[in-house]
């Protein structure tokens, strides 16, 4: 079983940053993160395989949020920078023990452990 605690999350004005935080308490092969918009389906950000780097974004947050993951800190990280109103949302950082290679795919069902999440507001 793996235990997963996010930090980071806050209130900002659009075009500011925020940086997420996710300790797991035990080792993961992939991680991402995911995000419930209110009223809205949670839907995928970003995932990596940690071993080797990979990474997998959505669509609406390239070029503007960067994942990275600290393996001595398990730790793991999402900078989210010119921040949009439309990245409201709680973010949910996920891990699994089963994926070390390939492409992560951003699939909520590919992910064993879910932390509480962290909650990311986004004003204009």
């Known amino acids: 079983q793996v235990q997963l605690v996010e930090s980071g999350g806050g209130s900002v004005q659009a075009g500011g940053s925020l940086r997420l935080s996710c300790v797991a308490s035990g080792y993961t092969y992939s991680m991402g993160w995911f995000r419930q918009a209110p009223g809205k389906e949670r839907e995928g950000v970003v995932a990596i395989i940690t071993g080797t780097g990979s990474t997998n974004y959505a669509d609406s947050v390239k070029g503007r949020f960067t994942i990275s993951h600290d393996n001595a800190k398990r730790t793991l990280y999402l900078q989210m920078n010119s921040l949009k109103p439309e990245d409201t949302a709680m973010y949910y950082c996920?891990?699994?023990?089963?994926?070390?290679?390939?492409?992560?795919?951003?699939?909520?069902?590919?992910?064993?452990?879910w932390g509480q999440g962290t909650q990311a507001t986004v004003s204009s």
């Open positions: 996920a891990a699994d023990r089963r994926w070390k290679t390939g492409a992560p795919i951003l699939r909520e069902t590919l992910f064993t452990y």
